[in-house]
């Protein structure tokens, strides 16, 4: 199954270009299955349909389906949640107090996630199309994998450890509840469910992301962090979708500032995001909603390419041999070494841009290495081992 996932700035045209692409993907005779992480649920409106959690026909072969995040919660989180509300109530906070509080923000999030590879067992899509929350809570998303099994790997395994041979002790001494059993097999389920996600998402073959803008100065400056920060977690990024383009149709004097401005900025999304190809969508004469609607702004969107296919291809993680050195390569497109900062430990490398931090497990032929020096040029960090 290949699954295409689709971000940018709030409103920029993600739902409408998702749900194009999924009718562009079963015309071109795909099972495809269509899911919004959008907490907005705007995919419904966007077919001008109903949807719930169950996969609902929208057109031949194209399914689409809105998650519910509380029924999710309780059958995957139950357990924890319990716990949780034992916890609090300990603490002494009422009832309803626990109620809100065992409620962990984003979990949502990952639910949508562990659906994403839940699709993929199940086997019964060609395609998966990932209508993602704005850009903000979609790196979030998306780094959480990476961060959760970072913390469970080292912490987790001591935790239940201490509270295995603890357990009666801290019990009797303080009354804290103790996580039980089940607790910990809540956490663990869910934590070789998000590690199955981050194999996925980093697997070109099998996924990829889109990064939907529009001709303007704060979507594009947003796009190109988005586009930095996915690189660093090692998630694909094959297409630009610059969308709201104003066809030349429109002559009125009123816009004529607004098309120099677009001129402008889609010169500069080509050269800053190049090689990524940047695909183009003009401003509908009215909004875009229905399968006929959507179906004609797909087919203008992709011309004569494959919507599902892997538009390019390109590895953000790279080892090669330079004489006698090794040198890993990690892209991160338009990062400064003002936001960067590279550490590494006998096992890892950690890379910080800006507020996002990724330890990168370093393979045999380069621990036992040591640090020769790193570079930031055009966009690719070059860490040398001698
Ligand atoms: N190319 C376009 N031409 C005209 N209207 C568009 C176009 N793309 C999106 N829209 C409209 O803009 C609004 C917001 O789009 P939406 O896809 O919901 O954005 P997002 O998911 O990024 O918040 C919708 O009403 C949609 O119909
Ligand atoms: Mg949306």
Same mark, same amino acid.
């Given at each position: 199954m290949r699954t295409i996932l689709f971000t940018g700035k /709030? /409103?920029?045209g993600k739902t409408t270009v998702a749900a194009a692409t999924a009718l562009q993907c079963s015309q071109a005779g795909l099972r495809t299955a269509v899911m919004s992480t959008? !907490?907005?649920?705007s995919l419904a409106d966007s077919f001008d349909v109903d949807l719930d959690g169950s996969l609902t026909e929208?057109? !031949? $072969?194209c399914w689409a389906t809105q998650l519910d995040a509380t029924e999710r919660m309780e059958t995957n989180w139950g357990e924890i949640r319990g716990y949780l509300r034992d916890v609090f109530d300990w603490a002494g906070l009422d009832e309803v107090e626990a109620e809100e509080l065992s409620i962990i923000p984003g979990l949502d999030e990952i639910f949508a996630l562990t659906d994403i590879t839940a699709f993929e067992r199940a086997g019964d899509h060609d395609v998966l199309i990932v209508d993602c929350a704005p850009t903000a809570e979609t790196i979030r998303f998306l780094s959480l994998p990476d961060i959760l099994s970072w913390y469970m790997d080292r912490v987790f395994p001591m935790g239940r450890r201490l509270t295995q041979s603890l357990g009666p002790v801290v019990q009797r001494l303080a009354q804290v509840p103790v996580a039980g059993d089940e607790v910990f097999g809540a956490a663990e389920r869910m934590y070789r469910q998000l590690d199955g996600v981050r194999d996925l998402l980093r697997d070109g073959d099998r996924s990829t992301v889109r990064l939907v803008v529009n001709p303007e100065k704060m979507v594009i400056a947003e796009a190109r962090r988005t586009y930095t920060y996915l690189s660093l977690f090692g998630y694909r990024v094959d297409a630009v979708i610059a969308n709201r383009i104003l066809p030349e149709?429109?002559?009125? !004097?009123?816009?004529s500032q607004w098309k120099d401005a677009q001129v402008r900025h889609l010169e500069t999304i080509d050269e800053g995001f190049a090689p990524l190809p940047v695909l183009r969508a003009h401003l509908a004469?009215?909004?875009?909603? /229905?399968v006929d609607r959507l179906d004609e702004l797909g087919a203008s969107l992709y011309g004569d390419r494959?919507?599902? /296919?892997?538009?390019i291809d390109r590895d953000p993680l790279r080892i090669e041999r330079r004489g006698d050195e090794l040198v890993l390569s990690l892209d991160l497109p338009f990062a400064t070494k003002a936001d960067l900062d590279v550490s590494r430990s006998p096992e890892e490398l950690f890379v910080r841009v800006g507020p996002y931090r990724r330890a990168v497990l370093l393979p045999d032929s380069l621990? $036992?290495?040591?640090?020769?020096g790193a570079s930031l040029c055009d966009g690719v960090l070059d860490i040398t081992f001698s």
């Open positions: /709030g /409103g920029v959008d !907490p907005a649920h929208v057109a !031949p $072969r149709q429109v002559t009125d !004097p009123w816009f004469d009215a909004e875009v909603v /229905g494959e919507a599902h /296919g892997v538009l621990r $036992r290495r040591e640090v020769a």
